[in-house]
């Protein structure tokens, strides 16, 4: 009897372990897995097979032995550097500057690192076309200031890279803004003060070592976004790794299967570093 | 807020215009890049070939049949990812938080949604080509497993409208379960227990407490989504090669060659663009803000 | 007339032992208490009344019928949380008939029900804000109204004023009270602050580390705590070793200082160690009234803290506190002047090392 009670009581205990498993959470989960996994699956395995019936990285090296390769991808880096670079000057005193002394500013310049969103990457670059393809003219006057940007390579070079701090505006600016709240930087900027610093010293010496975090996680999205761009950079027609990646496909089968497959790894890289930086939650970004 | 030593001025208007100097350069850039290229479009949608001010080409808008089925079309495919990485994305948050499962599944889900709400435009239609299209890797599973040809017996397509819908999601769904998972975090476990303890099952709490609560917040979000697949442009040209005339598709090419003969009637397009983009910013900050009233 | 009965409740997580050998009678219509510092296993007791928390072994019931084993929802007792958990997207009328409307009231029934509990709160005039708009007493009350509203057998309350300035935590708990006794209903109040369970309560139980140090009444377990622990977390206490003397006559001695007990030391032996605690209120100065026991004590300094001032002495090597109420003519002594000190036999506590 005490063994048949005992019995009783084990196959009670598992069910109710089989009870307290959530199936249809598990249901969910692995349906968005498979989703999620079995194109990257596909792209990793099409990209092996470039060797008849052979596993391998002949993609691979096809891929980035190509010259044009290194060529876009170096210059996409490039641009990523100078849009990363320019960024951090153009936000970092910004967003200090409102903490510290204009809080009033708040609400407009919060309000224009809306206005990305309202204003996608085709329409962006649609402006920007029209208005820098004609020389830009003191108004209502013939005396030219400017030759069309569109016109010269150093020109484009400097649309795109505004284009890209337009992109990236929203996100650049709340990492800062957001690392400077947290780091408090009235009060230190005020120590810096008492201890006889100077403008620039603090900004270099004091605020940026201080929201390395934020910097970094913001220059990481921006990265993110620019190499892998597409609408920008053809339309302005500059040497970048998107629209080469483009052109690729429309050539080829397994080289850019390759990429891509690459192209994920890089951002999954990039986000990952974001993570350790900011031990947060992940951000969206991009152009799609 | 106080003023601090920094500021020992005080608030004369001569002052008061100095401390906008240092947003002047921020405003500058605003101002030449981003304003600028939206007023010149702004302008050229209200402008004739004559260069004077007139509304016909917004009329033209409504009238001329492939720009309202661009539009249509371009609606039709935001609002069923919206609607359909909502429900999904929800689904995928759930299971991670209230759900139940183990911890670890849910950084691995937040992290990748990071990574796969990036991973859009070229590699990401290459992917998905390599895996629904006509010799893909999914394909060719269905045709072994079922003996179904996915080209020939149905009526699918990857390169069109539910083959585009099926790709977007791949950002749809990250971009829902990052915003959801904070949001789930948010239903506080007491609310539930209070709710059981006064004699609601599960169902009950769900639909007269939980979901009445994130609501607003599952709204808001899936009005994001719609906006954030209404501008997409490079996953749908790298995939469809601009034979998917959704209206983003056909600026590009306005902007590649004046194809409507008609350049105001191109700004006219963008302008529309940017007025459903704002309605469904404005629609999103207003929910947020009414989630964030219960959510604190 | 036992109403509501813990018989022998055990609680384990895991190897963590939260509730070990809980027994408890509740009275109808009686006020306990769980009194205790942070993890002593009261919230988790409270919470196994509730349903939210299993027993490992051992039952409760209430009336007699067993509801150890029932969900949460099936057992008719109102809970009030900490973080008084009010559904945010329903105004005060709504939450509090939320139980109600679950348990298919007819609405001219559940609508009288909320006037009659909001009249009780006094918060007629807030029937339709919603829980954004009020402050945390307001929230308080319409949480207790909630959980009243169902007609429960039992209420329990967590820590419900915790999250509470100082001086609405008075004036709620008194209400509290009120409402309590108004009603006649049955309650169990988990608390970590001793003024609240002295104030609120027929009985305390004093909670340690998953067991039960005492249950008593608050002038029982304040006057006459059993254990150390229940000395110490109930009102302030001069504690010290001691060695016994002579058990035959009570007799204790503090660092070589004889003290005169009433506590029966018959058990004991001479030499014997124990723990003494005499409160300080307990303690004057000879001028006053002698009583049993006088001793020489240095005064060693003096704080003064509104009501009551506190003499800090030392009594052969041992530090006591000595509390005495102040008034404009109080004649304190010299620091460093050595005063003669009484307490009653009835005053030094002894109790298990």
């Known amino acids: 009897m005490a063994s048949e009670k005992i019995r009783k009581v084990a196959a009670m205990n598992i069910l109710a372990r089989i009870r307290r498993i959530p199936f249809w959470s598990w249901f969910w989960f692995i349906l968005g897995a498979l989703y999620f996994l079995l194109p990257l699956y596909a792209t990793l395995n099409f990209s092996l097979r470039m060797e008849r019936d052979v596993i391998g990285f002949k993609a691979y090296i096809r891929a980035f032995e190509d010259p044009d390769f290194l060529k876009t991808f170096l210059y996409s880096n490039v641009l990523a550097l100078f849009t990363i670079i320019a960024s951090i000057i153009l936000i970092v005193p910004t967003a200090y500057w409102i903490r510290l002394r204009l809080p009033e500013a708040r609400r407009i310049v919060e309000f224009i690192t809306l206005l990305p969103f309202v204003v996608p990457a085709i329409i962006l670059v649609f402006g920007l076309i029209r208005i820098y393809s004609s020389p830009i003219k003191i108004p209502f006057t013939d005396i030219k200031l400017l030759q069309p940007l569109t016109t010269f390579e150093v020109g484009t070079d400097i649309l795109i890279v505004a284009g890209y701090m337009v992109l990236g505006l929203p996100y650049m600016y709340r990492s800062v803004d957001t690392g400077m709240r947290t780091v408090d930087v009235r009060t230190l900027t005020e120590a810096a003060q008492s201890l006889g610093a100077g403008w620039f010293t603090i900004i270099v010496r004091v605020i940026l070592p201080n929201i390395r975090a934020a910097l970094l996680s913001g220059a990481l999205l921006t990265f993110a976004i620019v190499v892998g761009e597409v609408t920008l950079a053809s339309f302005l027609g500059v040497p970048a790794f998107g629209p080469y990646l483009f052109l690729l496909g429309q050539h080829r089968a397994y080289e850019p299967a390759a990429l891509s497959f690459a192209s994920f790894l890089l951002t999954w890289v990039a986000m990952g570093l974001i993570q350790l930086f900011t031990g947060g939650q992940g951000q969206a970004a991009g152009t799609h | 807020m106080a003023q601090t030593a920094l500021n020992k001025k005080g608030s004369s208007p001569a002052s008061d215009w100095k401390k906008w100097i240092g947003v002047f350069p921020f405003f500058l850039f605003a101002i030449l890049f981003l304003v600028l290229p939206s007023l010149r479009l702004f302008v050229g949608s209200f402008t004739n070939a004559e260069g004077q001010f007139t509304i016909a080409n917004i009329l033209q808008l409504f009238q001329e049949q492939s720009i309202l089925d661009a539009y249509w079309l371009s609606i039709r495919i935001s609002a069923a990812t919206a609607l359909g990485g909502g429900i999904f994305g929800f689904l995928l948050a759930y299971s991670v938080t209230v759900g139940g499962l183990p911890k670890p599944l849910r950084s691995a889900l937040i992290t990748f949604s990071g990574v796969a709400s990036n991973f859009a435009g070229v590699p990401l239609a290459f992917a998905f080509i390599a895996t629904l299209g006509r010799t893909g890797f999914v394909t060719a599973l269905i045709k072994n497993l079922f003996g179904v040809n996915l080209y020939q017996q149905t009526d699918f397509d990857l390169y069109s409208f539910w083959g585009l819908s099926l790709t977007y999601m791949y950002f749809q769904f990250p971009l829902m379960v990052l915003i959801m998972a904070p949001a789930l975090d948010g239903l506080k476990r007491e609310w539930r227990e209070a709710a059981e303890n006064l004699g609601a099952s599960t169902t009950q709490y769900w639909l007269r407490v939980a979901l009445p609560v994130l609501l607003p917040s599952i709204l808001g979000s899936m009005i994001l989504l719609f906006g954030n697949a209404f501008g997409a442009y490079a996953t749908a040209y790298a995939l469809t090669g601009g034979r998917l005339g959704i209206i983003t598709i056909q600026i590009g090419a306005q902007i590649r060659g004046d194809v409507l003969h008609n350049p105001g009637l191109g700004y006219a397009m963008a302008m529309g663009m940017v007025v459903v983009m704002a309605i469904s910013l404005i629609g999103y900050s207003w929910l947020q803000k009414r989630s964030e009233r219960w959510l604190r | ?353």
């Open chain 3, 1 to 353: 007339m036992t109403h509501l009965a813990l018989t022998n409740v055990s609680k384990h997580f895991g190897d963590f032992m939260a509730v070990r050998d809980f027994n408890l009678d509740v009275k109808k219509g009686e006020f306990v208490s769980f009194l205790g510092p942070s993890g002593c296993g009261k919230t988790t007791t409270l919470r196994m009344i509730a349903g939210f928390e299993i027993p490992t072994s051992g039952t409760i019931s209430i009336e007699g019928v067993d509801i150890t084993n029932k969900a949460p929802s099936q057992r008719n007792v109102g809970m009030v949380f900490q973080s008084y958990a009010l559904f945010p997207n329903m105004t005060v009328a709504q939450n509090i008939g939320f139980g109600l409307r679950i348990r298919k009231e007819k609405e001219a029934a559940v609508t009288d029900r909320v006037k009659e509990m909001l009249s009780i709160i006094n918060l007629e005039n807030k029937a339709d804000s919603y829980p954004y708009q009020l402050s945390g007493g307001q929230m308080q009350r319409v949480a207790l109204a909630r959980a009243l509203a169902i007609r429960p057998e039992v209420l329990l309350l967590d820590e419900p004023l915790s999250a509470l300035d100082a001086k609405i935590r008075v004036s709620l708990r008194a209400e509290i009270r009120s409402i309590q006794q108004k009603l006649g209903i049955t309650a169990i109040y988990v608390t970590h602050d001793q003024e609240e369970a002295l104030s609120l309560s027929d009985r305390i139980v004093v909670m340690n580390t998953g067991e039960m140090e005492q249950i008593g009444t608050p002038f029982e377990i304040y006057n006459f705590p059993t254990t150390v622990f229940s000395a110490n977390f109930v009102g302030t206490l001069n504690n010290a070793s001691a060695e016994v003397v002579d058990p035959a006559n009570g007799l204790i001695s503090i660092d070589g200082v004889q003290f005169e007990s009433a506590v029966n030391l018959k058990e004991r032996k001479k030499g014997d160690k124990v723990r003494v605690a005499i409160r300080p209120e307990r303690l004057s100065f000879v001028s006053e009234q002698k009583k049993a026991n006088v001793v020489d004590a240095t005064i060693e300094s003096i704080t003064f803290l509104g009501s009551v001032v506190r003499i800090k002495v030392k009594i052969g090597d041992t530090k006591f506190n000595m509390d005495t109420f102040n008034n404009p003519f109080l004649d304190l002594p010299q620091i460093g002047a050595v005063e003669q000190v009484t307490c009653s036999r009835e005053a030094v506590l002894v109790l298990d090392e």
